[in-house]
Nanobody
Framework: QVQLVESGGGLVQAGDSLRLSCAAS????????MGWYRQAPGKQRELVAT????????NYADSVKGRFTISTDNAKNTMYLQMNSLKPDDTAVYYC???????????????WGQGTLVTVSS
């Protein structure tokens, strides 16, 4: 079964830190790219950070640059989002996302996690 499961969300105070985890079960696929998205109350889902495995490149939304860091632990098939200096505007449901590639069939699959809620109080 191909799935992503997020964890690590919760209620924190402004200025605190959180680390979100995304455990990936991807079967015969490999990860071409991965990312974190978020959806705040009353807003559309937006990109937070991405990591491209092929080019080893990262990209961050302007609102989180210098505060958030995306990373992976390949041995554990887990991706992380380290969030520092959290602000009330960071309050959202955070989703992990992976763009997968299966070599034997040369096919691609985009997978989303179920989301984890981060609430930042002032």
């Amino acid at each position: 079964q191909v799935q992503l499961v997020e964890s690590g969300g919760g209620l924190v105070q402004a200025g605190d830190s959180l680390r979100l985890s995304c455990a990936a079960s991807i079967s015969t696929f490999s990860i071409n790219a991965m990312g974190w998205y978020r959806q705040a109350p009353g807003k559309q889902r937006e990109l937070v950070a991405t990591l491209t495995s092929g080019g080893r490149s990262t990209n961050y939304a302007d609102s989180v640059k210098g505060r958030f860091t995306i990373s992976t632990d390949n041995a554990k098939n887990t991706m992380y989002l380290q969030m520092n200096s959290l602000k009330p505007d960071d309050t959202a449901v955070y989703y992990c996302n992976a763009y997968l590639w299966e070599q034997v069939r040369d096919r691609y699959l985009e997978v989303w996690g179920q989301g984890t809620l981060v609430t930042v109080s002032s």
